[in-house]
């Protein structure tokens, strides 16, 4: 959309009739005779199916294929002449039973509205559905979308909510960070209750759908700013989640001036320190940042200028650029260090592992502490230890990282980051720079915030409601 709103390119809409059953399979595909054909099947007969059907996994892949292959036959490149574009319609039309839609204005429940100012993006419709649906209509709209600083989580002994009313609203809210990055951070906090929901998050939940009330035509507007440069804001809350203490991170992606994808995300991995977490969401938003930049190149708009990636956290940047100074992130290499130069107890690891061999090794670093204290204690009350002490595990891996200095990938997380990092920074395909946190956009992606922070990060991205000017001119 980006694109089309700085290069002033028109948008087309076609309907392929039946799409998916176009398909060819690759893989051998069985299903059971269909109703009314049981008859002229044996027993353990089934179909060996040669193309796809709707509800296979594997239907949107066929499809896509069955497409390219047309696009390739007919010799279709990236190009502006609409000559060319009425041929290729001409030849998809041959190549499949399609409808022309004409100009681009509702797809898939996004309303597309197009005038001077740019492209309007928006699911007034689908929002004003949902509020008659759960029947709030006529309720009170409000300006936020949670309490600030408020923290969900499950409580012991609270009072469980409406679970069958509680999943059924969650998964209508799921579509709309589509066009409402505003929403996208409550919407994936509230789905995480799903399975339990109870009286505070069915709160919040009623609370986001007013919301909506008050902001039902909001969307994004592309504006035609004449370049197509990337940028990317990315942020992180550190422990955020009062459940597990995970941290949240996001981001906004930027291409020509406009905002064309955003996350809020969960990260796997405890956080120690707010650098680590920042970090973290650096090294997430630069995959972003690539594939974006792929996709340009794949249209025909490969990217000239460095990528500026935007953090407000000055450790995390120097972190990222300095491969030496990464100290805060060596919590894992601390552990092989101490296990190569050299009881009961159970005790709840201060870091999430990743992988059964990460937890058996933390926790080997662990009781060898207990061990050389043991030790000690022996040799103080005059009964020192001559024999060597035996540290007994039933996880080869772990055993063989602690013994083998080189092999320990799976204890590499963090490191696997600051290369990825640091390999894009020498490429010059990427520069990080530094924000003032009340200057960064993503903060909307990582918490809560109060009315006068979510507006100013929304309207910086130009997100709002233009239709007044906009209705009428598509």
């Given at each position: ?8 390119r028109p948008l087309h809409q076609f309907d392929v009739k039946n799409a998916f059953l ?64 009425a041929k290729l319609k001409k030849n998809l039309f041959k190549a499949f039973e399609m ?79 589509h066009t409402q990055p505003d929403i996208a951070y409550v919407v994936g906090v509230v ?284």
């Open positions: 959309m980006s694109v089309a709103a700085n290069k002033e176009h398909g060819e399979l690759e893989e051998e595909v069985y299903m059971e005779a269909p109703h009314g054909f049981t008859n002229i099947f044996g027993e353990k007969e089934v179909c060996l199916l040669k193309k796809s059907l709707y509800g296979l996994k594997q239907s949107p892949r066929s499809w896509f294929g069955r497409f390219t292959l047309a696009m390739k036959n007919y010799g279709f490149r990236q190009r502006d002449d609409y000559e060319e574009i409808k022309d839609l004409g100009r681009l204005k509702y797809f898939l429940g996004i309303e597309v509205l197009r005038s001077k100012l740019g492209i309007f993006m928006c699911q007034k419709k689908y929002v004003l559905d949902l509020l008659a649906e759960v029947s709030m209509i006529d309720c009170k709209p409000v300006d936020t979308l949670m309490i600030m600083n408020q923290k969900l989580y499950i409580e012991e002994k609270a009072e469980l909510a409406d679970k069958e009313r509680y999943q059924r609203m969650v998964g209508k809210l799921i579509y709309l960070p789905s995480q209750f799903m399975h339990q929901p109870q009286g505070a998050h069915m709160d919040a939940d009623l609370r986001i759908i007013r919301y909506l009330k008050g902001t039902a035509g909001h969307g994004v507007l592309f504006r035609p700013n004449g370049h197509l440069e990337t940028q990317l804001y990315t942020d992180a809350d550190l422990a955020g989640d009062k459940g597990n203490r995970r941290s949240t991170s996001g981001y906004f992606t930027l291409v020509g001036g406009n905002l064309v994808t955003w996350r809020s995300k969960k990260q796997k991995v405890v956080a120690l320190s707010c650098a680590e977490a920042e970090f973290r969401g650096i090294a997430r938003g630069l995959t972003e940042v690539l594939w974006v930049r792929r996709l340009l190149t794949e249209i025909g708009y490969p990217s000239q200028e460095t990528t500026k990636i935007i953090s407000d956290n000055k450790a995390a940047i120097q972190i990222s650029e300095n491969p030496i100074q990464h100290d805060r992130t060596k919590h894992i290499e601390v552990d092989r260090h101490f296990i190569n130069l050299v009881t009961w107890r159970r005790k709840i690891q201060k870091v999430v592992a990743l992988s059964s061999a990460e937890a058996e090794f933390r926790g080997i670093a662990r009781g060898l502490t207990e061990v050389l204290w043991v030790r000690r204690l022996l040799t103080e009350i005059g009964y020192p230890t001559q024999e060597t002490a035996k540290v007994i595990s039933d996880n080869k891996a772990a055993i063989q990282i602690s013994k083998n200095s080189v092999q320990h990938d799976r204890t590499k997380h963090i490191e696997v980051d600051r290369h990825f990092i640091k390999e894009k920074l020498e490429a010059k395909i990427i520069t990080l720079s530094f924000v003032w946190s009340e200057d960064q956009l993503a903060d909307i992606l990582t918490k809560s915030v109060n009315e006068s922070v979510l507006h100013q990060c929304l309207d910086k991205l130009n997100f709002g409601n233009p239709t007044i000017q906009l209705e009428g001119a598509c």
